[in-house]
Every structure is written in structure tokens, then in C-alpha cells.
T-cell receptor
Framework: QKEVEQNSGPLSVPEGAIASLNCTYS??????FFWYRQYSGKSPELIMS????GDKEDGRFTAQLNKASQYVSLLIRDSQPSDSATYLC??????????????FGSGTRLSIRP | EPEVTQTPSHQVTQMGQEVILRCVPI?????FYWYRQILGQKVEFLVS????????KSEIFDDQFSVERPDGSNFTLKIRSTKLEDSAMYFC?????FGSGTRLTVV
């Protein structure tokens, strides 16, 4: 059974600080990793994708992937109140006996306090 | 930027009725998905669709559910006889890109 685990939070971070969100996954054949932001009542919005070990930066966001540890993280620098949302870690995997699909973690609720 | 379009945005239906949720995926993508999110819960995989057929389905996707791509562009999810517990947000995805969702309310 492929699993994606996240701390549900809430994670409270002061405005301007760095928010750090973590995720672990259980399936070693996982190939692609995504971070989505979801505001209440809205659809998941893709904010970062990462495919190889190391860091990937895009504006205030940095995704980090360590396949050996089966760990992926998201850093948000200079946190803004508009960053308050639920962040979903997702893994795209191709199984030996199943088709490709994206599996989601349960999400971490992030709150940026002014 | 290409996007996934879903209609309707909100559907209210009586228990036992059939509903069809519609999606227009990104045109040059090959993998399409339906996901469900019950209020306050995680996003759950329902079904994946590749090369005009179902490639995988979850335990949730029982006989009351079906998917079609009738005309090469639209991608539909049909729920044959809705139950109260089918009330949820239903998201269509084209690879990793999600549509805005359909909120289904069964009364």
C-alpha cells in the first residue's frame, strides 16, 4: 500500500519567517513529487514539482527531495498571510501491478500570524 | 496556460438520481483522473483513465460509478444512483493539473 504521510498541523508561523513543511512516502518506485496549496473550499493548486534529489527553488518556495530517505519538504520564505492554507504533498507513482496515479497526503494546515 | 475545466461548479441532486460530472482535460495529455474530497478529509483517488480506458480504480469506484470520454475531448464521471455519502468535491485532473472541481450535494 502506497502511503504519503504529513503532519496535519496546524503549523503556526509568524509573518516574514520561514515555514517548513515535511512529507514522507512509502513507495520506493515513486517518480515525481508535488506540493499543492489548497484554500478552503477550493481545488488543489500545484505550486511545486520535483523529480530528482536535491533542491528546487521557485520564488519564495523551495522543494527538497531525498529519495534515499523517502522524504520531501517545502520551504516557504518570507511567509505572508496569503500563504495560510492547507499544503498537500503528493506522489506520482507507477507501480509494478498498477497504473500511474497521484497519491495525496492528508495535508498540513499552515497559519501565518501577523 | 492550458487548464482543466469542470462543469457544473455545483450540483444538487436527490438521493437515487443519476448525475454526470463533466471535465475538459488539457488537450495533449494522456492521463486523466477523477478524485474526490469529502468535506474536511483528504483528496482520494477514484479512477485513472489512459488511452481511452480505465487503467486503475480504487475501492471507492464501485459499480455505481463509470467514466467515459465520449467525443475525444470531454471526460465524464457518472454516478448512477447517488447516495448521501457521495456528497463531496469531485476533481478532474489532467496529469498533475487539477480542475476547479464540482461540489456535489446529495439531499
Amino acid at each position: 500500500q502506497k502511503e504519503v504521510e504529513q503532519n496535519s498541523g496546524p503549523l503556526s508561523v509568524p509573518e516574514g519567517a520561514i515555514a517548513s513543511l515535511n512529507c514522507t512516502y512509502s513507495d520506493r518506485v515513486s517518480q515525481s513529487f508535488f506540493w499543492y496549496r489548497q484554500y478552503s473550499g477550493k481545488s488543489p493548486e500545484l505550486i511545486m514539482s520535483i523529480y530528482s534529489n536535491g533542491d528546487k527553488e521557485d520564488g519564495r518556495f523551495t522543494a527538497q527531495l531525498n529519495k534515499a530517505s523517502q522524504y520531501v519538504s517545502l520551504l516557504i520564505r518570507d511567509s505572508q498571510p496569503s500563504d495560510s492554507a492547507t499544503y498537500l504533498c503528493a506522489v506520482f507513482a507507477t507501480g509494478y501491478s498498477s497504473a500511474s496515479k497521484i497519491i495525496f497526503g492528508s495535508g498540513t494546515r499552515l497559519s501565518i500570524r501577523p | 496556460e492550458p487548464e482543466v475545466t469542470q462543469t457544473p461548479s455545483h450540483q444538487v441532486t436527490q438521493m437515487g438520481q443519476e448525475v454526470i460530472l463533466r471535465c475538459v482535460p488539457i488537450s495533449n495529455h494522456l492521463y486523466f483522473y477523477w478524485y474526490r474530497q469529502i468535506l474536511g478529509q483528504k483528496v482520494e483517488f477514484l479512477v485513472s483513465f489512459y488511452n481511452n480506458e480505465i487503467s486503475e480504480k480504487s475501492e471507492i469506484f464501485d459499480d455505481q460509478f463509470s467514466v467515459e470520454r465520449p467525443d475525444g475531448s470531454n471526460f465524464t464521471l457518472k454516478i448512477r444512483s447517488t447516495k448521501l455519502e457521495d456528497s463531496a468535491m469531485y476533481f478532474c485532473a489532467s496529469r498533475e493539473h487539477f480542475g476547479s472541481g464540482t461540489r456535489l450535494t446529495v439531499v
